[in-house]
C-alpha cells in the first residue's frame, strides 16, 4: 500500500472480521482504516490489525448521496488529530459531521445512521406520508411529494442553519386556534413521538446487541 493510503471499510458487519483477516498483512502504521460498519468496536477492528493500526469508525447516514448526511465518527487508539482532520474533510463534503466518544456510537447509530428509514418508512412528518395525505386531499401525487420533501427539507435547514429550536419552529407555524394545532393534536393523539423515540430507543439497542456480538467473538 502507499504512504497515507485510507482503506474504506465497507462490508456488511458479519463480513469485517473475514475481510480484515485478508486485509492485515498490508496494513502498515501510516495506514488509516475507516470503518462504516455498524455496531462493530474499533478495538474489534484493532485486534485483526497489526499493532500500530489506525483506525476510525463512522456512522454516515444516507443522505450523503445527496451531500446531506448527519455523520459522526470516533476514533481508535492510534489515530490522531490528523487522521481526524482528514475524516472530517472528507466527510463534510456530504454534509454534516461530528466527532464523539465511542461509547455514543451506537446511540447516533440509532438517530442519524438508522433515521432516514424511519422517516422513509414509519414517521409521521415522513415524507411519504404527508404526500399520501396531500394525495387524500386533492393534490396530484407529483405536487404533493414535493411539497412533502422540501417541507421536510426546510425544517431541518432552520434548525441546523438559523438555530431555530424545533418547539420554537412548531409555536411559530401554530397560529391560535389554527389548522396546524388542530393537526398537531391529532399527531400528538396517535403517539407520535413515542414511537420515534422507540425506533431510536431500538436502533440504539440492536447496535449494542452487534457489538456485544462481536465482543463475544473476539474472547
Ligand atoms: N445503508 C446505510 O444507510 C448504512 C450502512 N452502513 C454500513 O455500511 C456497511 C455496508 O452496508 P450497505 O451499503 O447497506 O450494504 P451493501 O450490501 O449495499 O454493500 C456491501 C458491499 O460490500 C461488498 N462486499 C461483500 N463482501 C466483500 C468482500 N469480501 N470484499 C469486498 N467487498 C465485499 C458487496 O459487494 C457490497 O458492494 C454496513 O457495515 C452497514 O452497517 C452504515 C450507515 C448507513
Ligand atoms: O441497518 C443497518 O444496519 C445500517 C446501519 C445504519 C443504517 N443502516
Same mark, same amino acid.
Given at each position: 500500500?502507499?504512504?497515507?493510503?485510507?482503506?474504506?471499510?465497507?462490508?456488511?458487519?458479519?463480513?469485517?472480521?473475514?475481510?480484515? %483477516?485478508? =486485509?492485515?498483512?498490508?496494513? *502498515?502504521?501510516?495506514?488509516?482504516?475507516?470503518? @462504516? #460498519? +455498524?455496531? $462493530?468496536?474499533?478495538?474489534?477492528?484493532? %485486534?485483526? =490489525?497489526?499493532?500500530?493500526? *489506525?483506525?476510525?469508525?463512522?456512522?454516515?447516514? @444516507? #443522505? +450523503?448521496? $445527496?451531500?446531506?448526511?448527519?455523520?459522526?465518527?470516533?476514533?481508535?487508539?492510534?489515530?490522531?488529530?490528523?487522521?481526524?482532520?482528514?475524516?472530517?474533510?472528507?466527510?463534510?463534503?456530504?454534509?454534516?459531521?461530528?466527532?464523539?466518544?465511542?461509547?455514543?456510537?451506537?446511540?447516533?447509530?440509532?438517530?442519524?445512521?438508522?433515521?432516514?428509514?424511519?422517516?422513509?418508512?414509519?414517521?409521521?412528518?415522513?415524507?411519504?406520508?404527508?404526500?399520501?395525505?396531500?394525495?387524500?386531499?386533492?393534490?396530484?401525487?407529483?405536487?404533493?411529494?414535493?411539497?412533502?420533501?422540501?417541507?421536510?427539507?426546510?425544517?431541518?435547514?432552520?434548525?441546523?442553519?438559523?438555530?431555530?429550536?424545533?418547539?420554537?419552529?412548531?409555536?411559530?407555524?401554530?397560529?391560535?386556534?389554527?389548522?396546524?394545532?388542530?393537526?398537531?393534536?391529532?399527531?400528538?393523539?396517535?403517539?407520535?413521538?413515542?414511537?420515534?423515540?422507540?425506533?431510536?430507543?431500538?436502533?440504539?439497542?440492536?447496535?449494542?446487541?452487534?457489538?456485544?456480538?462481536?465482543?463475544?467473538?473476539?474472547?
Amino acid at each position: 500500500m502507499e504512504t497515507n493510503e485510507v482503506v474504506y471499510l465497507a462490508v456488511k458487519p458479519n463480513y469485517v472480521t473475514s475481510v480484515l %483477516k485478508d =486485509l492485515s498483512s498490508a496494513v *502498515r502504521a501510516h495506514t488509516l482504516i475507516v470503518s @462504516i #460498519a +455498524a455496531g $462493530v468496536p474499533t478495538f474489534v477492528i484493532e %485486534k485483526h =490489525l497489526p499493532d500500530e493500526a *489506525r483506525v476510525i469508525r463512522v456512522m454516515p447516514n @444516507i #443522505a +450523503a448521496v $445527496v451531500q446531506s448526511s448527519a455523520c459522526v465518527y470516533a476514533r481508535g487508539k492510534n489515530a490522531d488529530d490528523g487522521d481526524c482532520d482528514l475524516v472530517t474533510e472528507m466527510l463534510n463534503c456530504v454534509g454534516l459531521v461530528e466527532e464523539m466518544p465511542e461509547d455514543l456510537m451506537d446511540a447516533a447509530t440509532g438517530l442519524s445512521g438508522n433515521g432516514p428509514a424511519y422517516v422513509r418508512h414509519y414517521g409521521f412528518v415522513a415524507i411519504q406520508a404527508l404526500a399520501d395525505g396531500g394525495v387524500k386531499m386533492g393534490l396530484n401525487r407529483d405536487k404533493a411529494l414535493r411539497l412533502a420533501a422540501q417541507t421536510l427539507l426546510g425544517a431541518a435547514k432552520m434548525v441546523l442553519e438559523q438555530h431555530v429550536h424545533p418547539e420554537q419552529l412548531k409555536d411559530e407555524v401554530c397560529s391560535t386556534g389554527g389548522t396546524s394545532i388542530y393537526a398537531l393534536h391529532r399527531l400528538e393523539s396517535c403517539g407520535f413521538r413515542g414511537a420515534l423515540m422507540d425506533a431510536v430507543e431500538a436502533g440504539t439497542l440492536r447496535s449494542i446487541e452487534m457489538g456485544q456480538h462481536h465482543l463475544d467473538n473476539n474472547k
